[in-house]
Nanobody
Framework: QVQLVESGGGLVQAGGSLRLSCAGP????????MGWYRQAPGKQRELVAS???????NYADSVRGRFAISRDNAKNTMYLQMNSLKPEDTAVYYC?????????WGQGTQVTVSS
């Protein structure tokens, strides 16, 4: 089974930046739309950004203008550049497909934004 691996999370002050990476060897380049999801304590997992194979992007209203999603199909890697972080961005961030169905979920990467 394919395993997606997220990395790049950490503790940052409000207003700071982080860059998340998602590695999916042999997989990401075959998927039409990939996305970043997040799950905060006590809340449901939500899709925050997606990117198609051709580079078209979509964002949740809560992150639009602050986050930027991208993918490198040759490297089977996806990224999420997060700027102007807010305490409400605190969550575990996961990557997965955003077109239909899901691959096995990875362990995610924790992002904590302090006020």
């Amino acid at each position: 089974q394919v395993q997606l691996v997220e990395s790049g999370g950490g503790l940052v002050q409000a207003g700071g930046s982080l860059r998340l990476s998602c590695a999916g060897p042999g997989v990401i380049s075959t998927i039409r739309s990939m996305g970043w999801y997040r799950q905060a304590p006590g809340k449901q997992r939500e899709l925050v950004a997606s990117v198609t194979f051709g580079g078209s992007t979509n964002y949740a209203d809560s992150v639009r203008g602050r986050f930027a999603i991208s993918r490198d199909n040759a490297k089977n890697t996806m990224y999420l550049q997060m700027n102007s972080l807010k305490p409400e961005d605190t969550a575990v961030y996961y990557c997965n497909r955003a077109d239909w169905g899901y691959l096995n979920w990875g362990q995610g990467t924790q992002v904590t934004v302090s006020s």
